[in-house]
Nanobody, 119 residues
């Protein structure tokens, strides 16, 4: 089992920045890919970004490329999502998640943290 706990959400004006944090615990994370998803009201949950725990390779949704940066601190078992130039359409609940390398399904999810961007 992998336990995930997000923090860092809040209310910010358009153009501002937030950094989300995800504390991971439970087992070694080297076989995992860590990700961020988000879900806006009335919409389906969507992929935002992911990072390989061992190698650090990253991937981003087109909608956040150039604005968001995912990173991890292997010593602290933390995953971060730095969000810059935020837009009202970034408003959503953001979830930290994990899947095993080689598998497509994300098996572990945090409780989510709300991000609200005002115009």
């Amino acid at each position: 089992q992998v336990q995930l706990a997000e923090s860092g959400g809040g209310l910010v004006q358009a153009g501002g920045s937030l950094r989300l944090s995800c504390a991971a615990s439970g087992r070694t994370l080297s076989p995992y890919v860590m990700g961020w998803f988000r879900q806006a009201p009335g919409k389906e949950r969507e992929f935002v970004s992911q990072i390989s725990w061992s190698g650090g390779s990253t991937d981003y949704a087109d909608s956040v490329k150039g604005r968001f940066t995912i990173s991890r601190d292997t010593g602290k078992n933390m995953v971060y999502l730095q969000m810059n130039v935020l837009k009202p359409e970034d408003t959503a609940v953001y979830y930290c998640t994990a899947r095993r390398i080689g598998y497509s399904n994300y098996d572990y999810w945090g409780q989510g943290t709300q991000v609200t961007v005002s115009s």
